[in-house]
């Protein structure tokens, strides 16, 4: 997350990139299910693989590992204040199919699945 505020600081405002970014940091819980990246190029009035292409050059990194960053970050949260919520719920909040896909990417973001987070938060 830092290297993104890093680079959002040094990038011109009416770029594609600093747009789509803007877009995923600030998008609503209830929208973030639905985040894609056609999305958010039709938001921001562009065209997907010059979107892509754009973003991935300047940021060294594709939109939809930020996407996927923010939607664990979210879970993150989520984690720490509701120790009731199911974890097969969480992931479709987060607008993963499967949960065991959800699983499987939270732990190669956070280094422990998401049962063993919300453990620590107890």
């Known amino acids: 997350?830092?290297?993104?505020?890093?680079k959002l600081?040094?990038?011109k405002k009416e770029n594609p990139a600093h747009k789509?970014?803007?877009?995923?940091?600030?998008c609503p819980l209830e929208d973030l299910k639905t985040?894609?990246?056609e999305g958010i190029a039709k938001t921001i009035h562009?065209?997907?693989?010059y979107l892509s292409a754009t973003f991935g050059s300047?940021?060294?990194?594709?939109?939809e590992d930020?996407?996927?960053n923010e939607?664990?970050?979210?879970?993150?949260?989520?984690?720490?204040?509701?120790?009731?919520?199911p974890i097969k719920d969480l992931a479709t909040m987060m607008g993963f199919s499967e949960s065991n896909y959800f699983i499987k990417v939270f732990r190669k973001r956070v280094g422990i699945p998401p049962g063993e987070y919300r453990k620590l938060w107890r």
């Open 35 to 37: 985040l894609s990246v």
């Open 9 to 11: 600081k040094i990038m």
């Open 71 to 85: 939607k664990i970050s979210r879970s993150k949260d989520i984690l720490k204040t509701d120790a009731e919520i």
């Open 58 to 63: 300047r940021m060294k990194f594709t939109l």
């Open 20 to 26: 789509a970014l803007i877009t995923v940091l600030k």
């Open 46 to 49: 562009s065209n997907r693989t």
């Open 66 to 68: 930020v996407i996927i």
């Open 1 to 6: 997350m830092e290297a993104i505020i890093q």
